[in-house]
């Protein structure tokens, strides 16, 4: 059974940081592409940054600079650093999930097949 599970989200206030973390299980990890999304209210899910099985990284361009993926393989453990918060960055952020084939648009929610419940990130101004 497919688990994803988030941790390190809070509040700061605008400039500061967090780490957020994502723990999965139940699937071979490092076959996966692996995604972070974020969702503020009244507003779609937006793709924030994305891990495809070959390593290699892809990040919505408000994030650039600011948010850096990485990860734990022994752990099975995908982190997204993010500097520089700004309030604009206020959202639930999700980890999400999906087999290499479905790999195609890593900002597209419909091509992952397991989420995490999310992890509710506030940056104040």
């Known amino acids: 059974q497919v688990q994803l599970q988030e941790s390190g989200g809070g509040s700061v206030q605008s400039g500061g940081s967090l780490r957020l973390s994502c723990a999965a299980s139940?699937?071979?990890?490092?076959?996966?592409?692996m995604g972070w999304f974020r969702q503020a209210p009244g507003k779609d899910r937006e793709g924030v940054a994305n891990?495809?099985?070959?390593?290699?990284?892809a990040y919505v361009d408000s994030v650039k600079g600011r948010f850096t993926i990485s990860e734990d393989k022994a752990a099975n453990t995908l982190h997204l650093q993010m500097n520089s918060l700004l309030p604009e960055d206020t959202a639930g952020y999700y980890c999400?999930?999906?087999?290499?084939?479905?790999?195609?648009?890593?900002?597209?929610?419909?091509?992952?097949?397991?989420w995490g419940q999310g992890t509710q990130v506030t940056v104040s101004s």
């Open positions: 139940g699937y071979t990890y490092s076959s996966y592409c």
């Open positions: 891990r495809d099985p070959d390593g290699s990284t």
């Open positions: 999400a999930a999906a087999p290499a084939a479905y790999c195609t648009q890593w900002f597209y929610p419909g091509e992952y097949h397991y």
